[in-house]
Structures are given as structure tokens and as C-alpha cells.
């Protein structure tokens, strides 16, 4: 049995408003992968951020291969061996691959004066290979998908070689071959004797990288449990304490239904290549395919945030040209990005404000005058209807869990009465239990109307979610499925054809 490297006990930590954390208990051995599993607002990030030094506890202890330690900053933890990796990702956009790696640790020259690139960027090929990382060292963060940066994070977590790596929802944003990767790494250096904490609400990761499995529940330590001796729906039960909604697989919406939404032959000059389809109402449309499809630029070409090159957009049948995410809205479109952080939220302001974004000349007196009592009130029956997790519609978003905060994103457009609404990776770092209350509210809104065009690289996701399916490959439709139709090899068949 391998020694105890980690061990956390009764840490507690409350927030105005807000008890985060109470008695909480977590033991980490050498050389293990421990899941880290519960609800979004269940404490798991305030717990990993405490033992990373962004936070310090209120109660309790640490204690570092038997020695009790007391951590407070980053800093403090990286000299300890203790590196996390974040579900948001935290690098400068502006630099360098290389820069954002090495950033505080790069090789400079005598006096400090020069900075050594040539060095750098061969560190930084030198972990890439290390890692079986296809990327350019030179690359700016800015120039990355989500994925690719998601990588570097990885990669910059990795370079300090420390004895304990926490990572936070990894994977949300790779392909399979990039999650492949990921495991193997994570398997080097589990054979290296580091301890690896795995923070993920993907069950079937769970089982295949994990040893044991600690579970919370509203700021509680549950259980912890052996991965190989215990079914998911045990981990699924302790988690949520509660039925998950479950529905099964929609019907194929009917013909006959008045198409709301029609592109014909959009290109736009570096993505989308003759792209044609009809969505009608009350119709949840999927978008699957491998990263890279061009799904995402579907989105922002409707929604006006990409120029379209040639083709033609018809909202009930009359054509329009969109040029900006204003217009949009205006002609009754909603969308919820996959980057809710940069795209979807201002996380310095509180719910209420984020709420009414999409909206606020409604709640404008003499258009000078924002009635914050007004604000106030709807904010509070979107919080009650969606069951965000929060203290009041006063608390700042970046206070939020990542599934609250998307809650908030959602009724901001909720607010706004869309006719169409676009989901891009609606569910993307959120747990099981949030998921299937999302699941349900979109049900709902295609049942009254709406139009839903849903983006998502889970499989299981997109079945259980479309009435249709669209699977993109390189920029183009390669494949378009009834529900019926639709099964995961058959997506994959057409999401890995070549054009």
C-alpha cells in the first residue's frame, strides 16, 4: 500500500454569506489518482483552491507527507511540489506559448537584462515532446482553440515537477486523441510517484484513470470509495442526494412544424464552407463533430459575430443580414457561448446586473434611471425557477460555481424572450445533477416554442438532446440525422469524413 502524501482534515472556509466548506476531510497517497467528485457549489474548488494557496482556511490542518504546513499563497505551494490546473483557464493571452509556461521562471542573461528566447522555447519544445504535445512554443495564447490552451495549462502545471498535480475538469475541452494523451501523462506520473487529484464530472473518465473516489455533497465530505469496487450510479446517488432528470431520446420533430431559421450556401473566409440548413420551431437541433468543425462558427456567423463571405440567412422565410451580435438580439437571438467566462459574463459584477444585460432598457426609467428594485425581483424568480446557488442576486459571478454561473447566463437570455436560442457546449464543467436540471429547462423551452439550436462534442449529449442531428467536418455538413437515425458510430462515421 503506498504512503499518505496528502492529508486534509476538518478544513472548513466560509465566505460572506456563504459557508463553503465544513469539516472537510481528504487523503492523498503517493502515486494514487484521487477523483474529487460533487454537485457544482459542492466546495471541491474552494477546497483544491485552499490547498493551492489562493484561499487559506478558516479551521483545520494540512499536512504534507506526515508534516503539518501552513499555506498561504501560490507561491508558498509551488515551493511545497503543489500545482493546480484550472477548469477556467488563467494564462496571458498576449504572450507566448513558452512565455506563459515559463512566465516569472524564464532563462535570462547576465544582470537579468535579456531574456534568453532561444532557451525558452527549447524548454518548452523539450516538456512538448515530453508530453506528446503538438504545438509551437513561439504561438501567442491568443492564436489557440480553447483546447490547445487547455494544453498549455496543462503543460505549465507539469513544467515545476511537483508532487502533487490537481486538475480541474481537464478535459472539457480536448478530443478524444488529446484525452488519450492526457492519461498517458497522467499514468507517467502516477509511475513517478506523484499524486494527481482529478476533479471531473465525466463518470466514465472516473473508472478508467481513477483509484479512488472522494465524494461531496453542499460543502460536506460524504464518502470516499475504491474506483474498481463501485458502479457510477453509487458516486451518481452521494453526489446529488436526489433523483437526476432523465428523458429519453426525442422524437423527430414534425414536418410540418414553420421553419423559423434557414442558412443556404454561408462560407465565411477561414471556417464555414457552404453550409445549409433549416431549423424549425419547438425544434432542438444538435451540431456534432470532432474539434475544429466549424461548429462554434456556425454559432457566431447567426449570431453576427463572423462575417459572412457568401450565402444567405432567412428568418421566417425573409432573408436578413446580420452584422452584429446587436442585431441579432434584436431579430430574437440568444446565445449562450461555450466561453462563458470571457463571452457570456461580466464576473466582477453581481447576478442581478448580469442578468439583466440582454435587457436592461427594460428596466431603464426615462433612460436615465436603472430601477434596481426591479432588477432585483425578476433576478430572484430566475434564481428560484433555475435553482441557482447563491447567498442573493447581489453576490458577485466570479463568487459563482461554473454550473451556477452558466445558470445565470442562460436566464439572461431567458430575460430576453429569444425566438431562436444557441447552446454552445451548454453543459461543458457541469456536474451531473446540474446537468439534468439544464437538460429540462431546454426541454421546456423547445415545448413552448423555441427554437434551439444545441452544440455539444458529448455524444451521449446530443442524442439524448436533438430532435435532428447536423455532424460537420472541416467546415462543411457531412451528415444530417433524424433522432431515429442517429447513433454515436453513426456521427462518427460522417464527423471523420474527409471532404
Not at 511537483?162 to 475541452?173: F, L, Q
Not at 452558466?406 to 454552445?424: E, H, P, S, T
Request: one cysteine or more.
Amino acid at each position: 500500500m503506498n504512503p499518505v502524501l496528502l492529508s486534509m482534515k476538518n478544513i472548513s472556509k466560509s465566505f460572506p454569506g456563504v459557508k463553503a466548506l465544513s469539516n472537510v476531510d481528504l487523503e492523498l497517497k503517493h502515486g494514487e489518482v484521487l477523483a474529487l467528485v460533487g454537485e457544482n457549489g459542492a466546495g471541491k474548488s474552494t477546497m483544491m483552491k485552499i490547498l493551492n494557496g489562493i484561499y487559506t482556511k478558516d479551521e483545520g490542518e494540512i499536512l504534507l507527507e506526515g508534516k503539518e504546513v501552513n499555506i498561504e499563497n501560490i507561491n508558498q505551494a509551488q515551493e511545497l511540489g503543489i500545482s493546480i490546473i484550472h477548469q477556467e483557464l488563467n494564462l496571458m493571452r498576449d504572450l507566448t506559448v513558452a512565455e506563459n509556461i515559463f512566465i516569472g521562471r524564464e532563462p535570462r542573461s547576465a544582470f537579468n537584462f535579456f531574456l534568453k528566447d532561444r532557451e525558452l522555447n527549447k524548454k518548452t519544445a523539450d516538456l512538448f515532446k515530453r508530453l506528446n504535445i503538438e504545438l509551437d512554443p513561439h504561438t501567442k495564447v491568443a492564436d489557440l482553440t480553447i483546447a490547445k490552451q487547455q494544453m498549455v495549462e496543462i503543460a505549465k502545471a507539469l513544467s515545476f515537477n511537483s508532487k502533487i498535480i490537481i486538475m480541474d475538469e481537464p478535459t472539457t475541452a480536448l478530443t478524444e486523441t488529446e484525452i488519450d494523451s492526457l492519461f498517458v501523462t497522467i499514468e507517467s506520473l502516477r509511475a513517478d510517484g506523484v499524486g494527481v487529484i482529478y476533479i471531473s464530472h465525466r463518470m466514465d473518465e472516473l473508472k478508467r484513470i481513477t483509484d479512488r473516489i472522494t465524494v461531496m455533497r453542499d460543502g460536506t465530505y460524504i464518502d470516499t470509495l475504491v474506483t474498481k469496487d463501485t458502479e457510477m450510479s453509487k458516486i451518481i446517488q452521494l453526489m446529488v442526494g436526489r433523483q437526476v432528470y432523465i428523458e429519453s431520446k426525442p422524437t423527430s420533430i414534425n414536418e410540418n412544424q414553420e421553419t423559423i431559421l434557414r442558412l443556404e450556401n454561408v462560407s465565411t473566409k477561414d471556417h464555414l464552407k457552404n453550409v445549409s440548413f433549416e431549423l424549425k420551431k419547438g425544434e432542438i437541433l444538435g451540431f456534432a463533430g470532432l474539434m475544429g468543425a466549424g461548429r462554434t462558427e456556425v454559432a457566431r456567423a447567426i449570431f453576427g459575430a463572423d462575417k459572412i463571405e457568401s450565402g444567405s440567412i432567412f428568418l421566417n422565410d425573409q432573408e436578413v443580414k446580420i452584422k452584429s451580435p446587436k442585431q441579432a438580439v434584436e431579430m430574437g437571438i440568444g446565445y449562450v457561448s461555450e466561453d462563458r467566462k470571457h463571452l457570456g459574463l461580466l464576473i466582477d459584477m453581481d447576478v442581478k446586473t448580469n442578468m439583466a444585460m440582454a435587457t436592461i432598457k427594460n428596466f431603464t426609467k426615462g433612460n436615465f434611471v436603472v430601477s434596481q428594485k426591479e432588477m432585483e425581483k425578476v433576478a430572484e424568480k430566475y434564481v428560484d425557477e433555475l435553482k441557482i446557488k447563491t447567498p442573493s442576486v447581489h453576490q458577485k459571478i466570479r463568487n459563482l460555481s461554473g454550473g451556477n454561473q452558466q445558470k445565470v447566463v442562460i436566464a439572461k437570455w431567458l430575460l430576453r424572450n429569444c425566438d431562436i436560442l444557441i447552446f454552445d457546449e451548454p453543459t461543458r464543467g457541469i456536474d451531473v445533477g446540474a446537468k439534468g436540471e439544464i437538460y429540462k429547462l431546454i426541454d421546456e423551452l423547445a415545448d413552448s416554442g423555441m427554437a434551439v439550436i444545441m452544440i455539444s462534442s458529448e455524444l451521449p449529449e446530443v442524442l439524448r438532446m436533438s430532435h435532428r442531428v447536423i455532424v460537420m467536418s472541416e467546415g462543411r455538413i457531412t451528415g444530417e440525422l433524424t433522432s431515429a437515425e442517429a447513433t454515436q458510430e453513426k456521427i462518427m462515421e460522417y464527423a471523420t469524413a474527409v471532404n
